[in-house]
């Protein structure tokens, strides 16, 4: 097994929207970066950041949520340019349907693993982030559940491999369907992909939320972001929690140009084999 990071982009906005007690003054920068999750069952990538067409998405969006944004190479590019075997590549597993987790799928042909809820909630009409159904038609979407025993102080989970390295727990919040991600690696190095439980690392080491307004404008259900945060927080000691959005989150997670060909030799022994429940891709 093997994690890496495929930076796909940024964009800019003011701490003072960002996390609460943070200064007008102060920006930051908001990553958009997926992590390439490397399994002899086959690989996974956690959310699909920015697109060929990410312009396309951002004008999308309503005109209030349309950042500056600098893109930089999809994940479909870096995946090609480090010679990866597509065939690896079993899904991209999204932490929840925003427009800057799921545009990368505009140049991936592979299945989404979204829950029903988060789905569901995509195609709202209420929902004003249309991106998810720009770019879902045409794959192949594996709806999961979470029929395991509770991990990590979450009630229920879902255990992809089946080996407790890469478990789903529901968080709900931010979205209906949002999802925590743990990886565990053999190396004993533990991650927490919590995608939008916080947009910065502040709400983990300074325990804060994002502010007043943006809790009302970008959570579905702030209680329940709340009490997701308050988990993951408990777990700061055991393992790097990686809020989607702050690059200082990845950190220790190597890129991937440079490095796939030695863990591609490493776990191509035997070919990918899908895990529990996915149909042959």
């Not at 701490?15 to 990553?31: H, I, N, P, Y």
């Not at 025993?149 to 979450?154: D, Q, S, V």
């Not at 916080?198 to 939320?209: A, F, N, S």
């Amino acid at each position: 097994m093997a994690a890496y990071r495929l930076p796909t982009g940024t964009y800019e906005t003011r701490a003072a929207f960002a996390v609460d007690g943070g200064s007008f003054r102060d920006k930051r920068r908001f990553a958009a970066t997926p992590v390439l999750v490397m399994h002899p069952k086959g690989d996974l990538v956690i959310d699909a950041g920015f697109g060929t067409h990410v312009a396309e998405h951002v004008a999308a969006l309503p005109r209030y949520q349309r950042p500056l944004f600098t893109a930089t190479e999809t994940v479909k590019e870096q995946l090609e340019a480090g010679g990866y075997d597509r065939n690896r590549l079993v899904g991209v597993l999204l932490t929840h349907s925003h427009w800057d987790h799921v545009g990368g799928l505009d140049g991936l042909d592979v299945p989404i693993w979204i829950t029903p809820s988060e789905e569901q909630f995509a195609y709202s009409p209420k929902n004003r982030d249309k991106v998810y159904r720009i770019v879902a038609p045409g794959h192949e979407v594996h709806g999961y559940e979470f029929p395991g025993p509770p991990y990590l102080g979450f009630p229920t989970s879902f255990d992809i491999f089946g080996d407790g390295s890469v478990v789903a727990v529901p968080v709900g919040g931010h979205t209906p369907g949002s999802v925590v991600i743990f990886v565990a690696l053999p190396s004993g190095k533990r991650y927490a992909f919590i995608g939008d439980l916080t947009w910065q690392l502040d709400g983990i080491y300074r325990r804060v939320e994002r502010p007043w307004l943006m809790r009302k404008l970008a959570d579905h259900d702030p209680e329940k972001v709340r009490q997701g945060l308050l988990r993951v927080i408990a777990l700061a000691d055991l393992m790097q929690i990686v809020p989607a959005h702050d690059p200082k989150a990845y950190e220790g997670i190597p890129h991937l140009l440079g490095r796939l060909a030695d863990a591609s030799e490493s776990t191509q022994a035997e070919g990918p084999t899908p895990p529990p429940g996915l149909p042959d891709a």
